[in-house]
């Protein structure tokens, strides 16, 4: 990765981005500015800072475009909890394109259940842009719309909010997540789909690289013009709802996602290859997960690293899901459980479940939830949207006991391997 001198941006940048001709950098952009605190002043500052690195908002809008801004809102909570796309950092990005003269608008489909508006509400979108000219709309009804190259389908449903679009500012938060360890601009359109979809979604791509590609899919046919990380304050530990705040101090920026979550890797001292995400968009060209071929404008990387960052190093498991090999592969993955001090029986993590017949029950709101893990397809929903941190994600005993397993099988056939009589 190479870090340019700001004085060396603008004509980089406008050589490839505003030449008259269609030409196409042929290294990533992903512009890094430094922002320690949520303070309105802070964030507009570097918001503006960001978006003139990457060629100024006349490069991402033009006059009367429908501009949709995209944040995270998952389930809808207080910001302080670090658990959606920060009111400021939309906010700031809405300012920002102001000057653009287009219609702007921003939504988000909450995982699970309908009600897009209700979370924008709790999220404090709202009140927060009640002075700005952008409208809030729903992301609960879908169309289904032909996506010939799709790799994990020919057919996609998408919210008829983000369909009507012209362009799309694709705004996630930085966070570890149990299936995919970290979610950034790829995972994040995924609510473009209308809340009760994601679960037959997950339901017919229980694999989780099959469900990579199915994101990679939706990323490329939405094709946002921009994506903006708010990763000012990300989430460790058990995300992306239940993990803890951690201070990162900075907003990312560029039109290449793949580089934007690449790069978010690093600044938590992640390797990239452990997020199927980051391989299942590279494949499709939607962007290069190549350290050595993306520029950092702005800020030093180096600097913003936190090698204290809490998650989970090591790639996801791809193993049957059916049959003999898909009961031993339950055997060995990580496993959702409920601790039952937390649990406040909302039922939220029955809902959330996208298999028939379900892998939870709950009889009754009186009583905690039950897992029947011979259903389990290991997607986390239930832990995604677990409002009271009460679902973490636990290794089993036979996983815990794989790698010494392997080792001593390994021992064993070496020790096999030099009794075995040689040829004559």
């Known amino acids: 990765m190479r870090f340019i001198a700001p004085s060396m941006k603008r004509f980089l ?9 269609s030409v196409t950098p042929s290294r990533a952009i992903v512009a890094l500015i430094r922002c320690p605190t949520y303070e309105r002043t ?21 006059p009367g475009e429908r501009i949709l801004f995209k944040p995270n809102v998952l389930w809808g909570t207080d910001p302080a909890r670090c658990i959606v796309t920060h009111p400021e950092v939309l906010r700031a990005a809405v300012a920002a394109f102001i000057s653009t003269g287009s219609v702007m608008q921003y939504g988000d489909s909450p995982a699970g259940l309908p009600g897009a508006t209700r979370g924008i509400r709790r999220c404090g979108y709202q009140r927060t842009l009640q002075s700005m000219p952008a409208a809030a709309v729903s992301f609960d009804k879908g169309a289904e719309v032909d996506f010939a190259n799709g790799s994990a389908g020919r057919r996609l449903r998408i919210a008829r909010a983000a369909l009507a679009a012209d362009g799309i500012v694709n705004l996630p938060k930085l966070k570890t997540h149990g299936l995919f360890r970290m979610t950034g601009a790829i995972k994040n359109l995924f609510g473009c789909v209308p809340g009760m979809t994601k679960g037959q979604y997950h339901a017919r791509f229980p ?35 239940s993990g803890t705040p951690k201070r990162l101090g900075a907003l ?21 290859d452990c997020v199927p995400t980051i391989a299942a968009a590279e494949r499709r060209g939607l962007g290069t997960a190549a ?15 936190d090698r204290t960052f809490q998650a989970v190093r090591s790639p996801p498991s791809r193993l ?19 601790r039952r001090s937390q649990c406040t029986r909302c039922g939220r993590c029955v809902s959330a479940c996208p298999v028939k017949p379900q892998a939870l029950r709950q009889p009754d709101r009186e009583r905690i939830p039950v897992y029947n893990y011979a259903r ?30 392997s ?12 009794l075995r009589p040689g040829p004559e």
């Open 13 to 21: 940048f406008s050589e490839a981005m505003m030449s008259s001709e």
């Open 376 to 405: 389990c397809i290991r997607c986390y929903c239930c832990q995604e949207v677990c409002p009271s941190k009460a679902i973490v994600i636990r290794r089993t005993i036979a996983g815990l006991l794989l790698p010494f397993m």
């Open 252 to 272: 990312l920026l560029s039109t290449d996602p793949v580089a934007l979550d690449t790069v978010a890797c690093r600044m938590i001292n992640l390797d990239p």
């Open 207 to 241: 694999d989780v690289y099959d469900f990579a590609a199915l994101l990679a899919d939706i990323a490329a046919f939405l094709s946002p013009r921009l994506h903006i990380m708010d990763a000012v304050e990300a989430m460790e530990g058990n995300g992306p709802q």
């Open 320 to 338: 049957p899901q059916n049959g003999v090999l898909g009961g031993i592969r339950r055997l060995f993955l990580p496993r959702p459980v409920i």
């Open 42 to 62: 802070t964030v507009d500052r570097a918001m503006r800072r960001g978006i003139e690195l990457l060629g100024g908002c006349g490069t991402f809008a033009r």
């Open 291 to 305: 350290f050595d071929a993306i520029d950092c404008f702005g800020d030093t990387l180096d600097a913003l690293i």
């Open 407 to 418: 080792y001593i099988s390994l021992l064993v056939a070496r020790r096999n391997s030099r």
